[in-house]
């Protein structure tokens, strides 16, 4: 299914705007085991501008009771952008060196308990993961270092352009 190109202009700048606040059209899920899920999948549908309104297993977010776990669980929001195959974004694992702005990271521990979603504001100043800033909620954050995070895993997702 041919997708629309991906705006990752618009994806940072959704970020920039939010990411020390919170838009009053998504509920905060601080005090419901963290908001960064959310707040990356709110920053990527800024940049793509299209849902998957599959029940249960799309990506989607109308209100706190019809939204998909994919839309703030950071497994589930893994899980769909890697295998999605219909409408809205997808997304490729790859390393560091292929992070863009408008791309996600997700942290991790050493079991493959993946706890923390980021979205790439920046990148290309340094080599590696010295390369790369972030934005976050849960712990809000615009433009912070990734090599500021303590974490013993990282995953990078590409967002895959139409």
């Not at 509920?27 to 029940?55: I, K, R």
């Not at 994919?70 to 694992?93: A, L």
């Amino acid at each position: 299914m041919k997708q629309q190109p991906y705006n990752r202009l618009a994806a940072v700048a959704y970020a920039k705007r939010w990411a020390m606040a919170r838009n009053p059209a998504f509920y905060d899920f601080s005090e419901l085991g963290g908001d960064c899920t959310n707040f990356v999948s709110q920053c990527v549908y800024a940049g793509s501008l299209v849902m998957n309104f599959t029940p249960t297993f799309g990506w989607y977010y109308r209100s706190l009771q019809d939204r998909t776990p994919s839309w703030t669980g950071v497994d589930y929001f893994y899980n769909f952008m890697v295998n999605n195959e219909g409408p809205g974004p997808q997304m490729t694992e790859t390393g560091p060196k292929d992070m863009r702005p408008g791309d996600v990271i997700q942290l991790g521990h050493a079991n493959d308990d993946y706890y923390h979603t980021l979205l790439v504001t920046r990148t290309g100043l340094f080599p590696g993961v010295n390369n790369i800033a972030v934005a976050t909620h849960t712990f809000d954050a615009y433009m912070r270092p990734l090599n500021t995070y303590e974490a013993e895993k990282m995953r990078f997702l590409h967002v895959n352009d139409a």
